[in-house]
């Protein structure tokens, strides 16, 4: 039996690998999540049944879902409470914020935060004494917008008990002053979540409340499906307790588990019992399942902890976030033979260099290394790569998940701290979605939010014009990097599904999964300075209309 009908539409399915052509058929059957059927309306509409529901799209354009390829709604969730310090470029206004939320808060309250841009300690070096007179006493913990460096004052050190001495698993970092003692910048994830994990739990709502939100927020620009890359039991569990919900997930979850550079064989043998349908604790729910792992080679080039083939301009990013790239080898092989899908976050050209030697490691006779599933192994970011980087990701068949929408730090004149760091000609090869395309090579797209924006269109927008939507007069970062339309949408389409091994998913055609968006306009055609207020009728999970 026809479960739904949609009538009406102009459809662009994004069945060819590199283009978006309209279809000629106007209507389709949903059945049992799936599409069955496409053809005019009357085709179609003979189909129904007595339970029906038909959609009359009215000349609206309908297209596959969006998948956004990275993202972190529960982590995210967690982190994003108290200031959003989006925007607060001055240390001063920086100190205005967290002067008001001392000021609402009784004796001994924490002061966090998030979105804190590296500009607003220019010329003064990331301190957290450089703001003890607002937090007047307060345990005081931000976190940078990339979500690798957090700055914390001594209050909030002394609560988590940490000091200049403290030993990480990894080339985690709490900086000293010349004096020996804590600056109170913390570099990279465990050394900033050893101060957040002091901290009293915040955002004042039950996590999995804020992270149904979140993905219905996400759901809103016509995303259906995100690959979260940062789980842990914890995550497992909240998407357990979104399931629940009223709507449970309004979006399609496929979850990396996080592996750390410290985890030992026993975690990695817990670990492979979680993929998939095994029979494990937690194997997944009706709408999210574990199929990856993600693990950091590097960090970012922004805080100077990426891994490049050469320092940055201050001597930085010299080597990886693993003591031993040997132990890194050897999970990722653990994991290959288990069967998962690898995703290695590396934003520098040497991390990526390396990632790809490993991958090659892991090739059988029937080609470029992938899971058990059939989904090839993917990097994370690749913010800058050399000419042979490029030739080398698209020989391999290796995944490039990107998020082009991180260039919106960046500054025309150059003083950014990315562009600072990396200087005129690796800045001139970052993100290069255009040159990884035209070498053959694959490519997914997503916003890596809690880092930047949720919103889908915004990211399509950036890959499209390289430069900040509705703003002609903002500077273009590498305009020979641009994508087209159809482009862009395929990194959010089909592109993205095949990275993860999905061929029923990123089209509409019969027999794939039925995760669909209705758009007012065509996403295609339409200006791309005006995407993002692109209005998204709903969007359909299985052929059920979950936002809209």
């Not at 939100?213 to 909240?238: C, E, P, W």
């Not at 693990?295 to 902890?305: C, K, R």
């Not at 939507?469 to 590498?478: L, Q, S």
Request: with cysteine.
């Amino acid at each position: 039996m026809v479960d739904t009908i949609i009538t009406g539409a102009r459809i662009r399915p994004m069945t060819s690998q590199h283009g978006a052509a309209e279809a000629a058929e106007t209507a389709l059957a949903v059945a049992d999540g799936r599409i069955t059927h496409l053809g005019t309306d009357e085709e179609i509409r003979a189909l129904a049944g007595p339970g029906t529901e038909i959609i009359d799209a009215a000349g609206a354009v309908l297209t596959p879902g969006l998948i956004d390829s990275h993202m972190h709604p529960v982590w995210g969730a967690e982190l994003a409470v108290g200031l959003d310090l989006d925007g607060l470029t001055e240390l001063a206004q920086v100190r205005q914020a967290v002067a008001a939320a001392a000021a609402e808060l009784s004796p001994g309250g924490w002061i966090r935060g998030w979105n804190l841009d590296y500009k607003a300690f220019d010329g003064h070096g990331i301190r957290g004494d450089l703001l003890d007179e607002a937090a007047a006493g307060h345990p005081l913990a931000l976190i940078f917008y990339d979500l690798h460096t957090g700055l914390a004052n001594q209050p909030a050190l002394d609560a988590a008990g940490l000091d200049v001495d403290h030993v990480f698993s990894d080339a985690s970092e709490i900086v000293r002053g010349p004096d020996g003692r804590p600056t109170g910048e913390l570099r990279e994830i465990p050394a900033f979540m050893a101060v957040l994990d002091a901290a009293p739990p915040g955002g004042g709502e039950e996590v999995a409340v804020r992270v149904r939100r979140i993905l219905a927020q996400s759901a809103a620009s016509g995303v259906t499906s995100a690959v979260v890359m940062d789980g842990r039991d914890s995550t497992l569990s909240t998407l357990e307790e979104v399931e629940t919900l009223p709507g449970g997930l309004p979006v399609r979850l496929h979850i990396a588990l996080w592996h750390q550079p410290g985890d030992d064989d026993a975690a990695v043998a817990d670990r492979t019992l979680r993929l998939g349908d095994a029979g494990a604790e937690h194997p997944g729910g009706p709408r999210f399942q574990v199929s990856l792992i993600k693990m950091f080679l590097d960090g970012v080039i922004d805080a100077g902890t990426a891994w490049l083939h050469e320092p940055d301009a201050a001597g930085d990013s010299t080597r990886p976030f693993w003591h031993s790239v040997r132990r890194y080898d050897q999970v990722c092989r653990a994991y290959h033979e288990a069967g998962f899908q690898l995703a290695t976050h590396s934003c520098g050209d040497a991390g990526v260099a390396h990632a790809l030697q490993v991958y090659r490691t892991l090739e059988g006779a029937s080609g470029p290394a992938h899971s058990l599933h059939g989904a090839p192994h993917r990097i994370e970011h690749l913010e800058t790569l050399t000419d042979d980087d490029v030739a080398a990701l698209a020989a391999s068949g290796v995944v490039a998940s990107m998020q082009p929408l991180h260039m919106q730090w960046r500054e025309a004149d150059h003083s950014d701290s990315f562009a600072a760091r990396l200087g005129p000609e690796r800045a001139g090869h970052a993100y290069r979605t255009r040159d990884v395309l035209d070498a053959g090579g694959r490519l997914a797209l997503g916003s890596d939010w809690p880092v930047a924006q949720l919103d889908a269109r915004l990211g399509m927008a950036w890959a499209q014009l390289r430069r900040t939507p509705g703003d002609p007069t903002a500077p273009v970062f590498e305009p020979e990097q641009r994508l087209s339309a159809a482009e862009a949408l395929l990194g959010y389409t089909r592109w993205a599904a095949e990275a993860l091994g999905r061929e029923d998913l990123g089209v509409v055609a019969p027999g794939a999964v039925a995760d669909l968006a209705l758009w007012e306009e065509d996403p295609i055609t339409a200006d791309p300075d005006h995407l993002p207020e692109l209005p998204v009728r709903c969007t359909l999970l299985g052929g059920q209309v979950t936002v809209g």
